[in-house]
């Protein structure tokens, strides 16, 4: 048997993005003699981090508070939010952002030169700092610039991680296939922090990049750790048709506005307000019409379709976006991102024509379940970052939380990481060694050497992101869930039958995209059955055969466990403080 | 009948063949669709075995340049209907080894990066304590460097690059550029640390001012013009040494 | 695993047409270099006196001379536009947030090459 190479480590960091990087600035910066590893499966910047725009939320200014920036996430969370949680998060989040302005962040300024804030959807006050409408971009670069100052960081970029291992009931490593050679490494270490990502690639329309393929939440619901919440997924309301790429909320609260085919805001018939002119200066309102959370925008825009309001082309039903009142220069200078994609990719100039957006998966507030401390149930297994569910989103997450959440998080995540790795000195190199050939051969056996196979990864992976769509999407019913969950079962089936054509060892995506199936398949399966099993509508998760909120049964998150069967479901408390259950109200 | 369009691709696969092949594809012509929008459809449909990188699929995770008809593109932007009806030629980045098909080696251009020390560097004790909040910029010192940190590290300045073609040891435009990001932002103090490689002989002064790398970029970061306001710095500073080598020379 | 280098032709620089442009933007170099040199070959005539000089305009006047002289003029005139067309690149202006625009620079660097020609021209042919 062929041996696996092994590469010893303090703390493994799975996964180069906001969350990962940070977690590994934070461990550099206070025990900088612990040897830390950030395996990625591509090179850091490339991380999907990069494409978020909007901006990241803060209290920094006079007129907010602590209070307000709770309640607004609490309240954005139809009450699934933690509440001690979403407190640690608000306020440590402020220092998170200085510190990131102190690491070279170009956020956008007021001309004395302070940070500037901008509204976003669901905020009571507008507390969201911004670098124009690349803030992602720009939070990614700053950090993965920043991690290159510390020698004890190694990375291994273009490393796919493969699996958790586990000796003596705690976790002690991975194993990871390095795409150059082809060849599978052990990488043990002492703690291991997973920041993998969300999954959007399990729909087929989603502002995701090709890498989220939820390896992370996969990976830990394969060794016992439950997924938490996975039946939320949020639907962002503006995606450009066809590509799914993203049209930031900025857009919306630099004063854009949505209407139907006949020109009219239709969101004035879904609770969210009355619109004011887009001339009056107090345009747009805070929580109000298009600054109302993202949930209830793109479940607007499915009652729109319903009656027949929206306009039609290649690519689906679609609504508009008009920005034309903010003129070229205001467009130029805040969000010049928007102009720059849809020019290009949908042919349409911002400043001239509206343009054509439909709501687009974008983002899981579900993922592995951990404490305040980032920690799983599974000791020295650690998660931060949207594959975490930590939680602060609950059923619904405000745009500008999930940037700030990627910093507190993945540095608090870092400095668990740490305290678990200095007090569990010890590894079992030779079981982790022997662990890494068993993996050696499950994957040569299963893909690379297999013979017989006839199953094409991307029709297997096209007919999973079509069910999930069809059945698991921004409505749901039992009847469309348990057809999602058959087909699924059906999919995970068929997956056995997996054909691999290339068998070269070199920088093999054919087997990077069947391993990244597999875990979707995964994803998938919790996602529906955790949804088949929440009978209430609550935040993103809205059943038409249950459409009330039922918080006697349903105040609790859900915990979905693997087994060789269906997915088991059990369910936890959430955690309320001082904010007890109430109505969510928008726009009165 | 359907339209269809050509795309040759370069081919390489270190386990299997000592020299690179070309296979040629013949695909659905989309009016809509990208480059990387055909290659994954070859990828999907046709043939598993073709390898290349990408990811975000809206021109910034700077994952998938390739050459397109020789010139260096991102080509998640680069349309087929720009080059319809004739064959497309698709190669990986010039200027880089080739890992596999379509997938260059970065470590030099990873290196390059490290190398240029690319964060805010404060004098000693002169670091700002978190509690006292942020450095105060205004929107015009951020305007200064804000051009010069939209870069991508998509590469395609290097293929663009003869210089860095014919010798691997310049820094390269992306990295000069990067530099000079952060010399720039008012926040830093640490452009004298970064002019040992900057002002080197593999720095600035290895660059021609071809210009092509300024040409290729399509975040429109300027390199060019970064490498060459370096070199204006760099040769004051070096005569501010010559008249007054009492201390002259900025910090 | 080994990755594979192709080979850099020795022909890289007519490989394209921006790089075709450089080499010979590179190459007007030699031809403003040797008008300086025949400048100060003239200074040196002036010196040998009057006669001498004389000679040398004469033989200027060949028509071979002449022909050279065109070409020299090209490749000066080639120099000098694609030159002031960088200069915005060296020259970065910034009033408030705003760059100063490229075409003004460059427009800054024209006139004033027009204004000194026309000077020059003044001073030749006008004493």
Redo the contacts between chains.
Sequence with gaps: MVKSEVHKCDVVIVGGGGAGLRAAIAIGQTNPALKVALVSK??P????T??AEGGAAAVTKENDSFDDHCMDTIGGSDWLADQDVVEFFVKQAP?EM??L????C??????????AVRPFGGMKIERTWYAAD?TG??ML?ALY??S??YDNLI?Y?EWFATKILIENGRCQGVTALEL???QLRVIAAKAVILCTGGAGRVFPFTTN???KTGDGMAMAYRVGVPLKDMEFVQYHPTGLP??G??ITEAARGEGGILVNKDGYRYLQDYDLGKPLDVNDPLHPVKKTMELGPRDRLSQAFMKELEKGRVLSGPYGEYVHLDLRHLGEKKIDKKIP?VR??ST??AGIDPVYDPIPVRPVAHYFMGGVDTNIRTATRLPGLFAAGEVASVTINGANRLGSNSLTELLVFGAQSGQAATEFAIEHPDLDFTALEKQGADEQERITKNFIRKNGGYE???TLRQEMTKTMESGAGIYRSEKSLKETCDKLAELRDRFSNV????????????LT?ALELDFMLDVAQAIAHSALARTESRGSHQRTDYPKRNDERFLSHSLVFRTDGAPRIEYKDVTITRWPPAERVYGR | MEETIELEIFRYRPDQEDRPTFQTYEIPFRKDWVVLDAINYIKDQIDGTLSYRWSCRMGVCGSCGMMVNGVPKLTCATFLKDYYPDKIRVEPLAGFPVERDLVIVMDDFIHKLKEIKPWIIRREGEEKPIEEGEYLQSPAELAEYKQYSMCINCMLCYAACPVYALDNTFVGPAAIALAQRYNMDSRDQGREQREEIIASNEGIWECTFVGECSVACPKSVDPAGAIQRAKVGSTIDWYKDLLMPWGGKKR | MKSYRRPVPNTLWLSRRPYILFIIRELTAVFVGAYCVLLLFFIYKLGKGLEAYQGMLDALKSPLSIILHLIALAFAIYHSVTWFNLTPKIMVLQIGEERVPAFLIAGANFAAWLGLSVILAWVIIGV
């Design positions: 591509v090179y910047m490339r991380s999907h990069v494409s220092a200085i510190q302005e102190h690491w070279g170009p956020w956008s300024r007021e001309p004395s030169g302070k940070i690349k971009f720009h670069h610039q920043t290159l100052k990375n970029d150059r050679s082809g990049g090709a890498i066809g590509t790429i993203l991102f720059e994609l290009k990719y094409r990864v991307a054909m691999i054509e290339d068998r070269s060892l070199a920088f093999n995506t054919e995209s």
